[in-house]
């Protein structure tokens, strides 16, 4: 399938260009903001209608960078569509039992309806037991183990699907990709990623297969996928060779490369090299721009969940 304009590009890039077929993007930011502007919409007649508005709270323990501007982002988010926001800001050092205070007064607080804890958290405190006490019905970011169970288990819905991979099948809702009677590989298995995804893809009735670390020939095996979502962290790990022509593809990876030109001195690349895979896929969703943007604003419409189910508002 060479065409002219790949064979215009570059006579000395030609000879590598087997093909220039070009995946439709998948584009999360587009469709993050119109998500953004139902539930704006949705909000404000609940307003309305009985008066509440969704609260969501955030809990912020020590001073990493990274988590500082994704709470700030999530902040802006809330309010721009609506929902109040209660943000905790805690020392490095605080005791796990601090943290568990601020989650009680956090379930116990009727204005709230939705309590996130900023991960990772210092390693001095038990990821397990801080998303244990979070009231599995506020529970927006859909760790609590028992949300995690029921989503395991036929016929028992948690309360909450983790936002990232409800952003990955919202995406390919929206850009119409079939799910059904599909083959499904998940990349990384991951509490938070990996495995609610892999879980999803099979509740909307793929057939999954999970590829990790110690998978023999995960090449050989993504490359059966009709859909591929790579959450493992790994820049570009997933190359056009492993892409079956046509697949849909989802990329949670955010990792930062050195690029002396970019003004921040880092890019952000997935974990599946683009620049490949696009000549391959039939649709595949860029880096920054895709999963990420997704991930708040499930979060927010977890939490405008979380309200209307505590208010019984339909
Ligand atoms: N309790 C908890 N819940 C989380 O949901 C959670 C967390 N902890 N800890 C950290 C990860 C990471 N995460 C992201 C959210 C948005 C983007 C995002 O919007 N990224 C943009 C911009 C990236 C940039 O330019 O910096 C993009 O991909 O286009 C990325 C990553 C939520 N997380």
Redesign the pocket.
């Known amino acids: 399938m060479a065409s002219l304009s790949a064979a215009a590009a570059s006579s000395a890039d030609s000879a590598t260009i087997s093909a220039d077929a070009c995946a439709k993007v998948i584009d999360g930011?587009l469709v993050a903001k119109q998500i953004r502007e139902e539930i704006a919409i949705e909000i404000a007649k609940m307003k309305d209608a009985i008066g509440v508005v969704p609260g969501l709270a955030v809990i912020l323990v020590g001073s990493r960078k990274d988590?500082q501007t994704?709470v700030r982002?999530k902040k802006k988010a809330c309010e721009a569509v609506g929902i109040k926001s209660y943000e905790v800001n805690l020392p490095e050092d605080t005791s796990e039992d601090e943290v568990l205070k601020h989650i009680a007064t956090f379930n116990g607080d009727p204005s709230v309806h939705g309590i996130?804890?900023?991960?990772p958290l210092p390693h001095h405190m038990n990821d397990e037991n801080i998303l244990n006490a979070v009231s599995i019905e506020k529970d927006v970011?859909g760790?609590h183990p028992l949300n995690i169970g029921r989503l395991a288990m036929q016929g028992r819905d948690p309360f909450f699907v983790p936002?990232?991979p409800k952003g990955c099948m919202e995406l390919l809702h929206r850009y119409g990709v079939e799910i059904k009677g599909k083959r499904a590989v998940v990349i990384g298995r991951s509490n938070i990623v990996g495995m609610p995804a892999a879980l999803l893809l099979q509740k909307a009735n793929a057939t999954v297969s999970i590829v990790h670390s110690k998978t023999k020939n995960p090449e050989e095996i993504t490359r059966q996928a009709d859909i591929v979502i790579a959450a493992v962290g790994v820049a570009n790990l997933v190359r056009g060779s492993w892409i079956k022509p046509g697949a849909s593809i989802i990329d949670v990876g955010?990792n930062p490369v050195d690029d002396p030109e970019s003004p921040r001195g880092y890019r952000?690349v997935g974990d599946v090299c683009y620049e490949e895979a696009s000549k391959v896929a039939g649709a595949i969703t860029p880096?920054?721009?895709?999963?990420?943007?997704m991930?708040?604003a499930m979060?927010l419409s977890n939490t405008l969940e979380s309200a209307k189910r505590i208010h019984n508002f339909k």
């Not at 996130?116 to 991960?119: A, D, F, R």
């Open positions: 930011k988590s994704y982002n996130l804890v900023q991960l970011d760790f936002c990232t955010i952000l880096v920054p721009g895709g999963v990420g943007p991930t708040i979060l």
